[in-house]
C-alpha cells in the first residue's frame, strides 16, 4: 500500500507540473494551480518543523457547524503526514472526528469517555489511524453524552482531561510523543468544553465565513478568560481559522475582513474554502488529504497546517513543559481549594457558573492539588 503521506505529495507534485509551462496566472483554474505549486514548495518534501514544545490545542466554538471537526480532522492528519506526531482527540458525543478518521466508535470500544469518567487512562483508548502511523486518535462514542452529568461527581472534574493527557505523554518515551494534542469540543459550553479549556495551552478557533459568524464568540472570549483567571493561566486563544470560504459572494470577503480586523495576526493567512471534496470526505471514512489530496480542501488545509507548525516552532515552555517531571498541580495554594470558584465566594464563582451553565462549574468544592493527582 502507498503511504498517504507519499501519495499526497505526488498528487501535489502532479497538480504544479500540469500547471506550469508558462500558465498565466490571472484566471481561476491558473490561480489555483500557483495555489498548488506554492503548497508543493512549502511542503517540497520537507517535513513541518517541529514545535518548541508540546503543543496541547483545543478547538473550540460553541457554535455548530462551523468546521471545528473537520478542522481537527484535516490539521492533524496534514501535520502527521508532513513528519510530526499527533494524538487527535474526540472531545464530541457525536463522535464525527472518529468516523473521518475511519476509527471505531460504536458503545463498548474504550474510548474517551472512559478516560473521563472511568479509570482508563489514555494509553488503554488511543488507537492508531489508516491516515498515518503518525497519527493517532481517541474515539468518542455516544456514552460521552452522559459525561456532563456523570463528571458532576468525579473529584477534579474540570482536570480530568488535563490530567489523562499529562498522564500519557509521560508515559511515552520522548521520541514517541506527540508534537501536537487536537482537542475537538462539541457545540457547547459544558464540562467537556471546560474540561478542554483546563487541558490545553491554546485554543483554535474556527470562524466559518457566513451570516453571524461573530455571533456568540465574545462569550467564548469571555469563557475563555474566566478559564485563564481561575482554572488554567497557561490557555490563550493562539490561531483564528477561517472557514467554508466562498469566494463567490461579498459576504465571505465582509466576515474575513471582520475577523482580521478585530484579531489581527491570530488570523492564519490561509482561508478554508467550501470545497465538496470536503465534506464528502468523512463519509469514507477519511480526511480530504487522503480522499483527494489534489483538491482545494486538502491543499489549504496543508497550507493552514504549515503555518500552524511555523508558527509553533518558537513557543518555548511556559508555564509546566509537558514532557518534564510529575503532573503540575492546579493553580492553586496546596492546601486551599481554589477560592475563585467555590460556591461561597461571590462573583468569580457565579461568572464561571453563567459561563458554563451545563458544567455546574462552582457548585462542588474545588479539590486540592493533591486530589486531581
Ligand atoms: N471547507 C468545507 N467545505 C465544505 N463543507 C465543509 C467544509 N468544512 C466543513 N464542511 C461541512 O460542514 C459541516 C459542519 O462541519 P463540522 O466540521 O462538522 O463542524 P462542527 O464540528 O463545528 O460542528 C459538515 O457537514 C462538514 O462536512
Ligand atoms: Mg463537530
Do not use: W
Not at 492546579?330 to 481549594?337: K, V
Amino acid at each position: 500500500m502507498t503511504d498517504p503521506g507519499q501519495r499526497l505529495r505526488s498528487s501535489l507534485a502532479a497538480d504544479s507540473s500540469a500547471s506550469s509551462g508558462g500558465a498565466e496566472f490571472d484566471s481561476p483554474i491558473a490561480m489555483e494551480a500557483m495555489r498548488a505549486t506554492r503548497v508543493l514548495h512549502a511542503a517540497d518534501q520537507e517535513p513541518f518543523p517541529p514545535p518548541g514544545r508540546i503543543r496541547v490545542i483545543t478547538v473550540a466554538n460553541q457554535k455548530g457547524g462551523v468546521g471545528k471537526t473537520t478542522s481537527t480532522v484535516n490539521l492533524g492528519v496534514a501535520l502527521a503526514l508532513f513528519g510530526l506526531r499527533a494524538l487527535v482527540i474526540d472531545l464530541d458525543p457525536q463522535g464525527n472526528t472518529s468516523t473521518a478518521l475511519g476509527v471505531e466508535h460504536t458503545v463498548g470500544t474504550p474510548s474517551i469517555y472512559d478516560a473521563l469518567v472511568g479509570d482508563s487512562s489514555l494509553a488503554d483508548v488511543v488507537h492508531p489511524t489508516t491516515a498515518s502511523p503518525l497519527l493517532r486518535c481517541v474515539p468518542a462514542t455516544i456514552d460521552l453524552a452522559g459525561a456532563e452529568i456523570e463528571l458532576v461527581s468525579v473529584v477534579a472534574r474540570e482536570y480530568r482531561l488535563r490530567r489523562a493527557i499529562e498522564g500519557y505523554i509521560q508515559g511515552l518515551p520522548e521520541d514517541q510523543r506527540p508534537h501536537y494534542v487536537l482537542i475537538d469540543c462539541p457545540p457547547s459550553l459544558g464540562l467537556l468544553t471546560l474540561n478542554a479549556l483546563v487541558a490545553g495551552d491554546e485554543v483554535l478557533i474556527p470562524i466559518q465565513c457566513e451570516y453571524y459568524a461573530l455571533e456568540g464568540l465574545g462569550q467564548l472570549l469571555n469563557n475563555i478568560e474566566l478559564v485563564r483567571a481561575h482554572l488554567n493561566p497557561g490557555i490563550a486563544v493562539r490561531t483564528i481559522l477561517l472557514t467554508m470560504y466562498d469566494a463567490r459572494t461579498k459576504l465571505a470577503d465582509q466576515v474575513a475582513e471582520e475577523v482580521r480586523s478585530h484579531f489581527g495576526d491570530l488570523v492564519l493567512t490561509t482561508v478554508i474554502p467550501r470545497n465538496v471534496r470536503v465534506s464528502e470526505a468523512p463519509g469514507y471514512g477519511q480526511s480530504v488529504l487522503t480522499y483527494d489530496p489534489g483538491s482545494r480542501g486538502s491543499t489549504s488545509y496543508v497550507e493552514a497546517a504549515r503555518e500552524l507548525a511555523e508558527r509553533g516552532v518558537h513557543l518555548q515552555p511556559e508555564r509546566d513543559p509537558r514532557p518534564m517531571g510529575p503532573p503540575s498541580p492546579p493553580p492553586a495554594p496546596a492546601t486551599a481549594p481554589m477560592p475563585a470558584i467555590r460556591p461561597s465566594s461571590g462573583p468569580p464563582s457565579g461568572a464561571l457558573k453563567r459561563a458554563f451553565p451545563e458544567s455546574d462549574a462552582g457548585v462542588l468544592p474545588v479539590p486540592t492539588s493533591e486530589e486531581t493527582r
